[in-house]
């Protein structure tokens, strides 16, 4: 069992950044492959992000390679997405999700509360 907490998001305006951090309950963190996801108003969730367990693969959608990197600290039970350059079309509500296995494809069995980030134009 594993329970996900993201950090808080925010407001930001266009072009700029923002890190989202997701903390992990469960001392078995470092089995889990891990994703960030997000939901815009009306549409649905869509993958951003995915990272192995051991970070050596990671994964993006189209839409944010180059500008979102993923990483996390098992040390610290924590997965973060770095979001630069970042467009009002990036707004949506981002959710950080865990499961066993390879990060990609799949089901993700253990999901956060999700996190509301807004991109001002």
């Known amino acids: 069992q594993v329970q996900l907490v993201e950090s808080r998001g925010g407001l930001v305006q266009a072009g700029g950044s923002l890190r989202l951090s997701c903390a992990a309950s469960?001392?078995?963190?470092?089995?889990?492959?891990m994703g960030w996801f997000r939901q815009a108003p009306g549409k649905e969730r869509d993958f951003v992000a995915a990272?192995?367990?051991?970070?050596?693969?990671?994964y993006y959608s189209d839409s944010v390679k180059g500008r979102f990197t993923i990483s996390r600290d098992n040390a610290k039970n924590t997965v973060y997405l770095q979001m630069n350059s970042l467009k009002p079309e990036d707004t949506a509500v981002y959710y950080c999700a865990a499961k066993i296995g390879s990060p990609v494809p799949g089901t993700y069995d253990y999901w956060g509360q999700g996190t509301q980030v807004t991109v001002s134009s």
């Open positions: 990272i192995s367990w051991s970070s050596g693969s990671t």
């Open positions: 469960g001392r078995t963190f470092s089995s889990y492959a």
